[in-house]
C-alpha cells in the first residue's frame, strides 16, 4: 500500500487565482516527481526532487513551480492558473537506486474555468 | 537518452481472450523496464518490472513480460483477460545507473468486452 497523499483531488478555480497542489508521503523516500497527464492519458515530467533543497525542470516546459524544504512534502504552485493549465497532476516518489518502484499518489484533478 | 514507443494506443478485447500489450524502448545503455497500470481516477501502480536475470517476468494477477534485448521490446501478455483488467497501462524505461527519473510511454488503454 503506497503511502503517498495528494490533497485537493479535485479542484476547480477560476483564471489568475493562485493554487497549490499538496503532495506528501510518510515513506521517506528522497526522489520525488510531478507529472502532468494529458487527455488522452500521456504522462509529462515537470518537476523532479532528489532531495531536501534539490528541485528540477522535467521535460514538459511548466509555468508551475516545486520547492522541497521537508522530505515528506513537495508542492506545486501555479502563480497564476490559466485555462491551459487544465489537467490531472500525479504526484510520485521514489528511494534508492532506478531499479525501485516508484510510488504514485491519487492525483488531483485541475480544471481551471 | 532513453525513450518508449507503445505501439498501440487502444486495444478492445473480449473477456477470456489473450492480450498482448506492446512496448519497444531506445537507449544506448543498460535499463530497467517497468509495466505500470492505472484504473481510472486513480494513480499508478506498479504490475511487473525486469532488472536482470530470467527475461520473462510475472506479476500476481496472470500478466507476464518478456524482455528481448535483441528486439529492445518488453511486451505485456496475459492469456485470458477479465472484466477488472479495464485499465490504462503504461511501460516505462530507467538507465541502470544514476539518479534519472522513469521515462513512462503514451499508454495503451486496454478494454475488455463482456
Redesign the interface.
Known sequence: EADIYQTPRYLVIGTGKKITLECSQTMGHDKMYWYQQDPGMELHLIHYSYGVNSTEKGDLSSESTVSRIRTEHFPLTLESARPSHTSQYLCASRTGGAYNEQFFGPGTRLTVL | AQSVTQLD?QVPVFEEAPVELRCNYSSSVSV?L?W?V?YP??????LL?Y?SGSTLVESINGFEAEFNKSQTSFHLRKPSVHISDTA?Y?CAV?????????V?G??T?LSVIA
Open positions: 494506443s530497467y517497468f505500470y492505472q481516477n486513480q494513480g499508478l501502480q506498479l518490472k532488472l490504462e503504461f530507467n538507465r541502470n545507473s544514476g539518479n534519472t527519473p522513469l513512462f503514451k499508454g488503454r
